[in-house]
């Protein structure tokens, strides 16, 4: 039977310069971009649930449509009546590094734990072994609405289900920075195990290195973790070890956008398979660098195909 991974978070519209007049379309948002890396890099071998909320029209359908051609299930993904996607695009400019414009205030994932609450079957994540969410997942909810998703996750992990967040903190989403700390500091109470990045953790909390950052999180109490800290590789702890990781060098980066949901969903996947901590973010550099290289948050299948997946 196939391990039941669920991932809980936003799918979006992507725009992305093509040509002079053209924009390129596809779906994307961080937490599904890291259930595609992690589907893709376990040669589909698991059972990847995406837990969010779309509307009933075309793009909607498009979009469930594109995660069932990756492997994604959608047991999860509720339909919500006069409600759409939400949309952003991508500029970026001559390093590779991104800035986005959101179109997201109406977005139907926002509602994703009232359709769950209606629904009322908990019976939909029997057998999760594993839920990933992240601060971007967090902050697309209401106050009211997060308590509900912070209830179930304790009575998830009463079943023996592990949790795995990333703060990934954009700021234009929080009414404060201190409301982001603290409800980021209720999910690390929760959490087995922690991607989170250096850059996020410098504005959340202040913490100047990726040694600062990781002594925090061993406070915390958090048995496993990675601090990202871009081109300056990665540390991790786990199992009372502590490792470095050297970032992969890139012949010439492209776009950014989705290198820590790449590297998430790689770490994420080699751990189910059963490589040990540092092994996994090895992989998970190799295949951050190589989704660096290439446009846009999801790498086209047939070029994805290029690179090596796990043993």
Not at 267 to 280: D, P, V
Request: hydrophobic fraction near 40%; aromatic fraction near 10%; proline fraction near 2%.
């Amino acid at each position: 039977m196939k391990k039941r991974i669920v991932l809980l978070g936003e799918c979006m519209v992507e725009l992305r310069q093509h040509d002079t007049n053209l924009l390129h379309k596809a779906f994307a948002g961080d937490v599904f971009n890291t259930a595609v890396y992690l589907q893709r890099s376990s040669g589909n071998s698991l059972d990847v649930q995406f837990f969010s909320a779309v509307g009933t029209d075309s793009l909607s359908d498009q979009l469930k449509s594109y995660a069932n051609t990756e492997h994604i299930g959608t047991d999860l993904l509720f339909r919500v009546e006069d409600a759409n996607p939400g949309l952003y695009m991508i500029e970026t400019d001559l390093q590779g590094e991104r800035r986005f414009r959101y179109w997201r205030q109406a977005s139907a994932a926002r509602q994703v734990m009232q359709c769950y609450t209606a629904h009322g079957d908990d019976t939909l994540l029997t057998g999760c072994q594993l839920l990933y969410f992240s601060g971007i997942s967090l902050a697309i909810l209401s106050p009211a609405d997060r308590q509900l998703l912070f209830l179930l996750l304790r009575k998830l992990k009463t079943h023996g289900c592990k949790l795995a967040f990333d703060a990934n903190y954009r700021a234009g989403l929080w009414q404060y920075k201190e409301e982001a700390a603290a409800v980021c500091m209720q999910a690390y109470a929760l959490a087995d195990i922690a991607l989170s990045g250096l850059d996020d953790h410098l504005a959340l909390f202040g913490h100047q290195s990726a040694q600062q950052m990781s002594d925090w999180l061993l406070q915390l109490g958090i048995e496993e973790f990675v601090v990202k800290d871009g081109s300056r590789g990665s540390l991790g702890y786990c199992k009372q070890q502590a490792f470095y990781t050297l970032a992969c060098s890139v012949k010439e980066v492209v776009d950014t956008t989705s290198a820590g949901d790449a590297f998430n969903g790689g770490y994420l996947a080699a751990r189910l398979k059963g490589l040990n901590a540092e092994e996994s973010a090895l992989y998970a550099s190799r295949l951050a660098a190589f989704v660096v290289s290439q446009p846009g948050a999801i790498v086209e299948p047939a070029v994805f195909a290029d690179f090596t997946r796990l043993p």
